[in-house]
């Protein structure tokens, strides 16, 4: 059992948590939960710096799309990209229905960039669980392949990725 949080990227780029309680978790999935009518350039700044934050494992939700609720957030998701695979970060694919965020495009994107993919059902009750298949839907038409998600790793391959290869 890995211990970890999903934390809140505040809008000027650091956590919501310190660093010395992050240095507590085994992973940290960082996301954008708030402030969401910044320019493309300062939400792009905002989590670039999380990127660079040296115990955030991972990006959650990365444009912050609600399908057919809310558009995602302006940002320039190829230089997060870009800047997670300088980082060794991991991007997550959100398989919630109504997430569907990372965009198979960039996900194919992500991969050539050599950045890890995280298959995330983000459930909030049991049954929530089984959404990750729409996420390997997602995964599939992006072409990932079992290499590129970090969810079909052995748990030893899993706590080696985390405590930084």
């Not at 954008?32 to 494992?57: C, G, W």
Request: charged share 25%.
């Amino acid at each position: 059992v890995f211990k970890g949080s999903e934390v809140d990227i505040l809008p000027s780029g650091d956590m919501d948590f310190s660093d010395k309680t992050l240095a507590t978790f085994d992973y940290v999935v960082a996301s954008v939960h708030s402030s969401f009518k910044m320019t493309e350039a300062e939400m792009t700044n905002r989590i670039l710096k999380a990127v660079k934050n040296k115990y955030v494992t991972m990006l959650g939700h990365l444009t912050g799309r609600l399908l057919l609720e809310r558009d995602g957030y302006p940002l320039d998701q190829t230089a997060i990209i870009n800047a997670a695979a300088d980082y060794g970060k991991a991007i997550e694919i959100n398989a919630h229905p109504m997430r569907l965020d990372l965009d198979w495009r960039m996900v194919k994107y992500a991969i050539s960039k050599g950045v890890m993919i995280v298959i995330n059902p983000d459930s909030h009750v049991v049954t929530g669980l089984t959404d990750v298949h729409y996420g390997v839907g997602i995964a599939r038409k992006g072409w990932c392949r079992k290499k590129d998600v970090l969810n079909t790793r052995t748990a030893k391959q899993v706590r080696d990725y985390f405590s930084g290869k």
